[in-house]
């Protein structure tokens, strides 16, 4: 094995969980290598101070009082959305975003209303049809998942901003 292989298991797992074989290989390589041998009684060190460290004993009400703490929170923001929760989310929708659905919308309508002539069941649909009902099927499935995409944008923006700011 080499040095990174070793770092790579006296650092992620303790001796007692490795099998006998690849033990047996990590000691004869720390026996040989003083840089991993260094290492494996550094992380030993670490691991005896962390199990010598008490516990931190926390309230009993911990639990219940985060619980009631996320719920006023809850009904506060409900109570705070209300009717304007609509308006406000609309309104927290890029321009760019607001124009792009809009256009795939008439562009639907467009393309559905001479294609609805062409839509008997007696004749094979045209290569131009095709086409057409594919685009109206992708811009349909466009426009019912790009709410949850909205949501995932905004959540990941929150989450980087959050880090970003702490």
């Known amino acids: 094995m080499k040095c990174k292989d070793i770092e790579y298991l006296v650092i992620e797992s303790s001796p007692a969980l490795l099998d006998e074989r690849v033990k047996s290989e990590v000691d004869r390589h720390i026996d040989n290598c003083a ?31 985060t619980y009631h703490l996320c719920r006023t929170e809850m009904v506060s923001s409900q109570r705070q959305g209300g009717v304007n929760s609509g308006k406000a989310w ?56 790009s709410p949850l995409l909205l949501r995932r944008f905004r959540t990941n923006k929150t989450r980087f901003d959050n880090y970003s700011s702490g």
């Open 35 to 65: 840089r991993c041998k260094r290492l494996e009684e550094e992380m030993a060190d670490i691991r005896n101070a962390l199990l010598s460290k008490s516990k931190p004993a926390l309230p009993k009400d911990l639990d219940k009082r």
């Open 90 to 145: 609309l309104k927290s929708i890029p321009f760019s975003i607001k124009a792009a659905f809009m256009s795939l919308i008439v562009l639907t309508v467009i393309w559905t209303v001479p294609l609805l002539r062409e839509l008997r069941l007696e004749e094979s649909l045209s290569v131009a049809a095709i086409i057409l009902l594919s685009l109206i099927f992708q811009n349909t499935v466009m426009l019912i998942f």
